[in-house]
């Protein structure tokens, strides 16, 4: 496979879009094999095959996709050599050698790691619940009804079990003491701590999702955790095993649609609840104000006995961290609750 020179040009630039951000996130084995992929990119090598399906947008994470193959490759036990160099698989972390490895390894299984890429990267970082739960507690103490769960781009539904998770944010806990604890750092005044949590259903949509029951859905889940980044999978791996004991529904829908058809009735006695991270940068322009237009009607059908409330952990600019917003429905609020780390290491509450 040959690709033109421009679009080498446009995947260098993709790659390297990356190569920064891991950069900045300190995951040097993705940063040294990003650079040998960008070289290799240039070099006609390999990688460039691994991009057959790839859609010409940065939108469609292919890097992420190649780097997850590969780390799906060791996981598996199937490029040894890799694994000795990923703390994740029991290895310890060598930049030096690791566009090396990763290199044979892609050579040994392009077709694989090709096929790898048709489908897109999933994450489900149970760490944002740590943010979400400021968002969820200030929505119960605003209506003190019961909570609807609805959770767009929900991947394996790990975030809807934010009420069952233990957060230890510094000046406050909250949460099961002998369930998953997730640790933050919390500047700012605590959100209402004795606000009434009672969940009454949870329910998610993703075009993809993640079925935890299976393993080979829990190995796909892992191939995207950063291989330098041990804590982010022992916190997976525990998520999942809370997720398995807790029912929901998770369906695969478009996220437009699937909203349309949940928000058709506002349950009384309850307080629906709309929310998602790190997902309006995957959704088209079409889609995202198709679902604007969904919430604005809903809030028109809204009581104050069947609230709604939109809860947005977002970017909206690629060189800040996602801020926490949250609009409610009969009165009309809207405003940003906080800023924080796309996985929750640390929360700014502004509120």
């Not at 290799?40 to 994470?61: E, F, I, K």
């Not at 950063?226 to 829908?253: G, I, N, S, Y």
Request: charged share 20%; with cysteine; net charge negative.
């Amino acid at each position: 496979m040959a690709l033109s020179a421009e679009v080498v040009e446009r995947a260098v630039a993709m790659f390297a879009g990356q190569r920064a951000y891991c950069a900045k996130a300190g995951v040097q084995t993705y940063v040294a094999i990003l650079d040998g992929m960008i070289a290799d990119l240039r070099g006609g090598g390999p990688t460039q095959h691994t991009l057959a399906h790839w859609d010409g947008t940065n939108n469609s994470a292919y890097p992420l996709r190649v780097l997850g193959a590969l780390h799906r490759l060791a996981l598996d036990g199937k490029a040894p050599e890799l694994a000795a160099l990923l703390p994740t698989t029991g290895g310890v972390a060598n930049p030096d050698k690791a566009w090396a490895e990763a290199s044979k390894i892609l050579s040994e299984h392009l077709e694989y790691v090709t096929a790898y890429c048709t489908r897109p990267p999933q994450t489900n970082e149970a760490g944002r619940s740590a943010v979400l739960l400021g968002g969820f507690l200030t929505i119960a103490a605003q209506f003190r009804r019961p909570l609807r769960l609805l959770e767009l781009g929900a991947s394996a539904g790990l975030n809807l079990m934010w009420d069952k998770y233990r957060v230890n944010a510094g000046a406050f806990s909250w949460g099961d003491p002998s369930s998953l604890h997730l640790q933050t750092v919390w500047d700012g005044p605590a959100p209402p701590l004795d606000a009434p949590i009672s969940v009454v259903s949870r329910a998610g949509c993703d075009q993809d999702p993640i079925n935890i029951a299976h393993a080979d859905d829990r190995a796909r889940l892992e191939s995207y955790i950063w291989p330098d980044q041990v804590h982010r999978m022992e916190r997976l791996r525990a998520a999942c095993k809370v997720a398995m004991q807790t029912p929901f529904r998770l369906d695969k829908a478009d996220a437009a649609d699937w909203l349309a058809r949940e928000l058709l009735t506002l349950a009384a006695g309850q307080t629906s609840v709309v929310y998602h991270s790190i997902f309006r940068q995957y959704v088209p322009i079409d889609i995202s104000a198709r679902l604007q237009t969904i919430m604005d009607e809903a809030g028109t059908r809204a009581t104050t006995d069947a609230p709604l409330a939109w809860l947005a952990m977002e970017i909206t600019d690629l060189t800040k961290p996602p801020n926490l917003t949250l609009q409610t429905w009969p009165n009309g609020r809207a405003g940003t609750l906080a800023t924080a780390h796309h996985h929750g290491e640390w929360v700014n509450w502004n509120l």
